[in-house]
C-alpha cells in the first residue's frame, strides 16, 4: 500500500483491511443486421463496485481513538457503524489506494459469527456507486388561445382545383 494512503469507509478506519475487489464494467449493445454478425454501436459504464474486507480485534487498540468504541467491544461497534452506514442510504465516499470512490452505498454487509470470530470481527462489505443525475425546470411561455376551438392561420396561398389526369380518366373511364 502506498505510504499515507488508508483504505477507509467514510472516514473509518479498521484494524485490517484483509482483501478488496476493484470492479468497473463497460456494457457493450449489440444489435442483430439482416445479414452477418452483430455489430457492436454503443457503450456505456456500469456504476463501480468495490468489495472490502475487513477485520476488527477486540484485544488491540484503535487505530483512531475512540472510532468504534460506542459498544461493548470494538468489533461490534464496528459492525454496528457498518449497518448504519447501510441503513442511512446516503452516498459514501469510499478511498484505496488504486481509487478514491463517491457516491458509495453499502450494497451487503456479511460478517460470518463463528470461534475464529470470538474476539473479533472480519466482514466483508460490498459498495456500489449511485450514479445521480440532475435534471433542469424549464418554464414555458403562456401559449394558451383566447379561444381554444379556433386554429391559426397558415398562408398557403390560393389552391386551385386541377382536372384529374388522362391516365386515371382511362382507368375510371365509365365510371364518370
Given at each position: 500500500?502506498?505510504?499515507?494512503?488508508?483504505?477507509?469507509?467514510?472516514?473509518?478506519?479498521?484494524?485490517?483491511?484483509?482483501?478488496?475487489?476493484?470492479?468497473?464494467r463497460l456494457t457493450i449493445t449489440d444489435h442483430?443486421?439482416?445479414?452477418?454478425?452483430?455489430?457492436?454501436?454503443?457503450?456505456?459504464?456500469?456504476?463501480?463496485?468495490?468489495?472490502?474486507?475487513?477485520?476488527?480485534s477486540d484485544v488491540m487498540d484503535s487505530i483512531?481513538?475512540?472510532?468504534?468504541?460506542?459498544?461493548?467491544?470494538?468489533?461490534?461497534?464496528?459492525?454496528?457503524?457498518l449497518c448504519r452506514l447501510q441503513a442511512e442510504?446516503?452516498?459514501?465516499?469510499?478511498?484505496?489506494?488504486?481509487?478514491?470512490?463517491?457516491?458509495?452505498?453499502?450494497?451487503?454487509?456479511?460478517?460470518?459469527?463463528?470461534?475464529?470470530?470470538?474476539?473479533?470481527?472480519?466482514?466483508?462489505?460490498?459498495?456500489?456507486?449511485?450514479?445521480?443525475?440532475?435534471?433542469?425546470?424549464?418554464?414555458?411561455?403562456?401559449?394558451?388561445?383566447?379561444?381554444?376551438?379556433?386554429?391559426?392561420?397558415?398562408?398557403?396561398?390560393?389552391?386551385?382545383?386541377?382536372?384529374?389526369?388522362?391516365?386515371?380518366?382511362?382507368?375510371?373511364?365509365?365510371?364518370?
Amino acid at each position: 500500500m502506498a505510504v499515507g494512503i488508508r483504505t477507509d469507509i467514510d472516514g473509518y478506519i479498521f484494524d485490517a483491511v484483509l482483501k478488496l475487489d476493484h470492479e468497473r464494467r463497460l456494457t457493450i449493445t449489440d444489435h442483430p443486421v439482416e445479414e452477418g454478425a452483430n455489430i457492436a454501436d454503443h457503450a456505456f459504464a456500469e456504476p463501480k463496485s468495490v468489495s472490502i474486507e475487513v477485520g476488527m480485534s477486540d484485544v488491540m487498540d484503535s487505530i483512531v481513538d475512540g472510532q468504534f468504541a460506542h459498544r461493548s467491544t470494538r468489533s461490534i461497534s464496528a459492525f454496528d457503524v457498518l449497518c448504519r452506514l447501510q441503513a442511512e442510504r446516503r452516498p459514501l465516499t469510499v478511498t484505496t489506494k488504486l481509487a478514491t470512490y463517491t457516491n458509495m452505498l453499502i450494497e451487503n454487509i456479511t460478517a460470518p459469527d463463528d470461534f475464529k470470530t470470538m474476539h473479533g470481527l472480519k466482514a466483508t462489505v460490498f459498495l456500489r456507486e449511485v450514479i445521480i443525475v440532475s435534471s433542469d425546470t424549464v418554464t414555458l411561455p403562456d401559449r394558451t388561445s383566447a379561444d381554444p376551438h379556433k386554429t391559426g392561420n397558415t398562408n398557403a396561398g390560393a389552391v386551385q382545383p386541377e382536372p384529374p389526369s388522362s391516365a386515371l380518366h382511362n382507368v375510371l373511364g365509365g365510371l364518370w
